[in-house]
């Protein structure tokens, strides 16, 4: 086979990521097949488990592994006899009475002529172009695999991350609930020491104003909580409806473990689907550089007909066209060499392989980036957890400087300006508590989302729901390409791609 042997380009990988001297980082080696259920949250089991069966992307990234399969049935039938027709014939042919010159030498004034045949031009793979079709065929169904799992992935990040917002918020208006009632009551106070004759029309002013603020944040909040809602009904598949069922249980922030483990940046680059999709596509691309390079050489064919034709001419008869004298047949090789192609078949290949170093420099990015995104997902969990420990005192701090506030403000010994700013900052620090709290938890659903895990949870499943399949079947014909009920598709081979995993192997056509 021309063209180059694809070959794993060197990929930059750190040796352990730059968090893990921290305690609470372990290195320690883990499939994270469900990473989520680290929060012990069942509410937030069922969303995912609800999301893997109905998010419609995910469908479509199902049906996109069909369409690869489909490809590569097309690419491995390629290698047979590419061009194979029946043809038949029926003649009647009758001369012209008002012209008996027509036809002078002709035996008989109308005769008929039966003929059937066959005939097959088969390309012979000499080059390897029908081999490298396949082997880019085959690369490109495991990535269109991959790429499935890597949506898998995205979607159980996302159904956490957006989770996880949901909580967060509503644990934000719980505290800006809370809050009202307190400024409520500083309010009461300062209008009955107005009233009273020992306080200012101002104080009760400012309160109004410190608690307008407050009581707005509220429908703020209401907003990007039900903003949040409408995201997760579209990551589980579902129309605008009601998620109490779905969300009952303590509206509190999930809490996450003390660890994270994150193993090393080698097992990323094995686990995570997505970089095994971009070098499968590179694998893919490689083969095409073989395909443009097959047609700088001469192409051999194979060419035969076969058939047979019987006339009614001297005194035969049309059933003869099934008796072994009428056959009549002619086979012998052939090829064809475009010489003078002006240079378009070189520089063909030439793009061919400027788009496989683009693919193989995608790679490595998509190696990179994954990095990235682990270390962005540790740095957000660890700096946030430092910052709860720091917003717990200072809530506490708050919430007994208020006390203070409020007891010096009755006895007189303090003014309401005092009481307003404990108030606001009790309100503040207790907000940025719950955001923080949120960060931690979203931090660390990052990390094992962009460690590559929860793709495993597809197992032995089919790539697209049961009621697609049958809506597909009775379209059209799939053969054995749709497994029937409890038959697992064509699975993959772990960890990297390997010669196991990607084939030139000519094998029978699907018929």
Do not use: C
Not at 50 to 62: C, E, F, R, S
Not at 198 to 205: E, F, I, N, R
Not at 339 to 353: C, F, M, S, W
């Amino acid at each position: 086979m021309v063209g180059p042997d694809y070959k794993s380009p060197t990929a930059p990988v750190a040796a352990k990521f730059l968090e893990a001297n921290q305690p609470s980082v372990q290195t320690k080696t883990q499939e994270y097949e469900r990473w989520w259920r680290v929060f012990n949250d069942p509410v937030l089991d069922r969303l995912v488990d609800i999301a893997y069966h109905q998010n419609l992307p995910l469908v479509a990234a199902g049906t996109r592994v069909l369409q690869a399969r489909a490809e590569l049935g097309v690419a491995i039938g390629e290698f047979f006899p590419q061009t194979q027709h029946g043809t038949g014939s029926v003649l009647y042919s009758r001369e012209s009475h008002a012209d008996p010159t027509a036809t002078p030498q002709s035996e008989l004034s109308n005769f008929w002529r039966d003929s059937l045949g066959l005939t097959v031009d088969w390309e012979l793979d000499f080059w390897g172009k029908f081999r490298r079709a396949i082997q880019s065929a085959d690369a490109a169904y495991l990535a269109s695999i991959a790429s499935y799992d890597d949506a898998l992935v995205t979607l159980i990040g996302d159904v956490a991350t957006t989770y996880i917002g949901i909580r967060t918020l509503q644990t934000q208006i719980a505290i800006a609930e809370d809050n009202i009632v307190k400024q409520k009551k500083a309010l009461a106070i300062a209008e009955y020491r107005f009233h009273g004759g020992v306080a200012t029309k101002l104080d009760v002013y400012q309160a109004q104003n410190v608690l307008g603020q407050t009581e707005a944040s509220v429908p703020q909040l209401t907003a990007q909580l039900k903003q949040g809602m409408n995201a997760l009904r579209v990551l589980l598949g579902m129309a605008p409806q009601p998620l109490d069922d779905l969300l009952r249980g303590p509206q509190t922030i999930p809490v996450p473990p003390f660890d994270a483990a994150v193993g090393i940046p080698a097992d990323l680059v094995r686990r995570r689907p997505d970089i095994r999709a971009a070098e499968l596509a590179a694998m893919s691309q490689s083969a095409e550089v073989g395909i443009a390079e097959a047609d700088l050489y001469p192409a051999f064919s194979l060419f035969g007909t076969f058939g047979t034709v019987a006339s009614n001419i001297n005194g035969n008869k049309l059933k003869q066209v099934f008796e072994g004298k009428a056959i009549t047949f002619g086979f012998g090789p052939t090829f064809s060499w475009n010489i003078l192609n002006y240079g378009q078949i070189t520089n063909q290949v030439r793009v061919q392989d400027a788009k496989l170093q683009e693919l193989l420099v995608d790679y490595q990015n998509s190696v990179l980036t994954a990095q990235q995104q682990v270390e962005n997902g540790l740095a957000t969990f660890l700096e946030s957890r430092e910052a709860v420990d720091d917003l717990r005192r200072s809530v506490a701090a708050a919430n007994a400087a208020l006390g203070l506030a409020f007891l010096q403000y009755q006895l007189g010994t303090r003014d309401f300006t005092t009481v307003l700013t404990a108030e606001q900052n009790l309100y503040t620090a207790q907000n940025d508590l719950a955001t923080a709290e949120g960060n931690v938890s979203s931090g660390l659903a990052a990390v094992y989302k962009a460690l590559g895990g929860g793709w495993q949870i597809r197992d032995n499943n089919e790539f697209v729901p049961a009621q697609t399949v049958e809506e597909m079947r009775n379209r059209t014909n799939w053969g054995d390409l749709l497994p029937a009920p409890n038959q697992p598709p064509p699975q993959p081979a772990p960890g990297l791609p390997a010669p196991a995993d990607v084939s030139a192997r000519p094998r029978l056509p699907q018929w």
